[in-house]
């Protein structure tokens, strides 16, 4: 497709359940960034891949939180054993390559409520 | 001290006014620099790039200052469709490239 796509666009789940959100970037990006964002507060960073690189995970906040991102393609973000804190908005983002001006392109997010 | 700091406003200003976002980063190694634009409930859009040497996009104009560790956003003749959350963004480029994002800046343009 012509962008990053996300699914599921919204997940409502109870708490101690496992969820896996999707994240297919844009054809060719190399760099693939996870992001969540809590409602009225700003982007934390979560996780980051480049190319065949080791993953940056230094902002995953515990280690129910997992991800992978299989051919250099689609990501899954996954929680275990979700929490009523973890519910916001997951942003995924690609981009062409790192560095000056490429900028990065976000998907349209899912929504996960823990209830 | 976070990394990336913004006034979080909110900045209410009338139809035709110019305002000023300015936006300071703690890392100087930091690399590339952003600005983007979030709307209610949507995903953050890339708006500009921020060049060493200032850049213009129309009606709006970033300047990067390196050795303050500063960045700023002007929007001359505010249009209603400009309220919005502008959020700043700074690349880091230590070991991993990571970008880090200011909490935003939010915006009403008022008739």
Redesign the interface.
């Known amino acids: 497709g012509a962008g990053v796509s996300q699914s599921p666009s919204n997940k409502v789940t109870e708490k101690g359940k496992d969820v896996e959100l999707r994240c297919d970037p844009i054809s060719g990006h190399t760099a693939l960034y996870w992001y969540r964002q809590s409602l009225g507060q700003g982007l934390e960073f979560l996780i980051y891949f480049q190319g065949n690189s080791a993953p940056d995970k230094s902002g995953l906040p515990s280690d129910r939180f997992s991800a992978e991102r299989t051919g250099g393609s689609v990501s899954t973000l996954t929680i275990q054993r979700t929490q009523q804190e973890d519910s916001a908005v997951y942003l995924c983002a690609s981009s062409l390559r790192t560095g000056y001006s490429y900028g990065y392109t976000f998907g349209s997010g899912t929504r996960l409520t823990v209830v | 001290r976070k990394e990336v700091e913004q006034d979080p406003g909110p900045f209410n200003v009338p139809e035709g006014a110019t305002v000023a976002f300015n936006c300071t980063y703690s890392n100087s190694a930091s ?2 620099f ?1 600005w983007y634009r979030q709307d209610c409930r ?5 708006l500009m ?1 921020v ?1 060493s040497s200032g850049n213009e996009d129309g009606r709006f104009t970033a300047q990067l200052n390196r050795a303050s560790q500063y960045i700023s956003l002007l929007i001359r003749d505010s249009k209603l469709s400009d309220s919005a959350t502008y ?1 700043c963004v700074v ?1 880091f ?1 230590g070991g ?9 800046t939010r915006l009403a343009v008022h008739p």
Do not use: C, D, R, V
């Not at chain 2, 949507?42 to 890339?46: I, T």
């Not at chain 2, 991993?96 to 935003?104: E, M, P, R, S």
């Open positions: 690399q590339s952003f949507k995903e953050p859009k890339l790039s060049y959020l690349e480029s991993y490239n990571k970008l880090i994002f200011g909490a935003g």
